[in-house]
């Protein structure tokens, strides 16, 4: 009986060792080219895990998640199109979205959208060859717009606008190559005109003028690159009407 027990021992050793064996080699596969196959996991120094996902022929492709110190998941990729292009989500340490967006060549491509740890949408970002193109938006708390700006080729170029909480238009001027340039506008939040001018290389330039809340012309300055050459205030009054978010 002794005899019996001992041999059983030995059996579920020797199985357990072979099922070990058979896993460990099913991960982690390197082929006789020294090309990465199948699936892999891979430890940091302290042996916790980074990632996981999977190869073939050295190429990534497929699911991969990547993940926190702690285990919780950092970030997951669909990588397609042999291995240079992916759709990523990252994540906030408490599980919500933080980005979701596309690589391609490991730089940012199309649109990528942003969140706060508490879900809400803060910026949408276009990208063209991992540069800035086309229209960057940030939003309200309310999930209204609360800016827009346009880059072409990484540089603000085109126009800017901003808006209030209500979706009403707070600012509307433009960029040239990086500079504020041309005619700008901001207004109060009941849409009145509240004050007009112009830009100039970033400068204030030229005849700018302010309005009351009943649109009537308050104040004028006139500027050159920027300088103050002279004030006139018509009305000598203050506007007590909030108009900040």
């Not at 910026?123 to 708390?141: A, D, I, M, V």
């Not at 040239?176 to 849409?191: C, E, H, I, P, T």
Request: net charge negative.
């Amino acid at each position: 009986m002794i005899i019996f027990k001992r041999f059983l021992i030995l059996v579920l050793m020797c199985a357990s060792f072979l099922g070990f064996s058979q896993t460990a080699d099913t991960i982690n596969r390197i082929d006789e080219l020294g090309r990465k196959q199948g699936q892999w996991i891979k430890l940091d120094q302290r042996g916790v895990k980074k990632y996981e996902g999977q190869f073939k022929d050295d190429i990534a492709y497929g699911k991969f998640t990547y993940f926190f110190a702690d285990g919780k998941v950092k970030a997951v990729s669909n990588i397609f199109d042999n291995g240079m292009s992916s759709f990523t989500t990252s994540y906030h340490d408490n599980g919500s979205v933080m980005a979701e967006g596309k690589y391609v060549n490991q730089q940012k491509d199309g649109v990528w959208s942003y969140h706060n740890p508490w879900g809400e949408l803060v910026s949408t970002e276009n990208y063209l060859n991992n540069q800035k193109q086309g229209e960057w938006k940030l939003y309200h708390k309310n999930g209204q717009v609360s800016e827009i700006i346009t880059y072409n080729e990484d540089v603000k170029d085109g126009p800017w606008v901003q808006y209030f909480k209500d979706g009403s238009l707070k600012l509307e001027t433009q960029f040239v190559a990086d500079q504020l340039s041309g005619k700008v506008d901001f207004y109060y939040k009941n849409g009145v005109l509240k004050t007009t001018g112009e830009y100039k290389d970033d400068l204030n330039h030229g005849r700018w003028e302010f309005f009351t809340l009943e649109s009537e012309l308050q104040r004028i300055e006139v500027y050159e690159n920027g300088n103050l050459l002279n004030s006139e205030v018509l009305i000598d009054k203050e506007e007590i009407m909030e108009d900040k978010d």
